[in-house]
């Protein structure tokens, strides 16, 4: 009963990945019937760029003897394609030896399509972030040519004043400043 209504796809592959047994969910996700998928090769299943990831990964679990996991995109023959994550381990006879293995096999797609979102996300914040950094910078040697500008400017205002203000007080004649018939200044 696990293996007839569980919930996840339980496949049963040869060393080279053809399928021996597979239960109703498994048969869903690869939108077939369980009986045209005994003996298929699995691989014929597996999107192009996906099937060296399975091929590494069944090497690699008959070498380790221990539970392997990875995700696979899956392709149908109507062209809709899903996300698939496998966990495998190899079955031992009594000799120790192995001549298959199984695999649990959960969709993933939403979680890909999120984590693919979430990238696609993060490489716009972070061209956003390049691009108010470059703003930044610009705004900040602009802000730094003003000060400098205005250091200089103070700088004459204080010399002319000193200039002035010598000239004024070593005259040998009177100075004054006259406004609407007042003296402001003398």
Known sequence: DYFEFAPVGYFTFDQSGVILNVNPTGA??????????LH????????????????????????????QTCDLKLINGNGRSRWIQLESAAVR??????GHFRTVII???????????LRRDRKELEQMVLERTVE?????EHLRAQIFECEYTEAALRESEEKYSTLVEDALIGVYINRDGK???A
């Open 28 to 37: 869903l996700l690869l939108d077939s019937d369980r009986d045209r998928l």
């Open 40 to 67: 298929q090769s699995f691989p014929a299943y597996i999107a192009p760029e996906s099937r060296d990831i399975f091929q590494s990964h069944s090497r690699h679990l008959f070498k380790s003897r221990q539970k």
């Open 93 to 98: 006879n009594d000799n120790g030896n192995s």
């Open 107 to 117: 969709e993933i797609t939403d979680r890909k399509l999120a984590e693919e979102s």
């Open 136 to 140: 930044i910078k610009k705004t900040t």
């Open 183 to 185: 003296i402001d200044f």
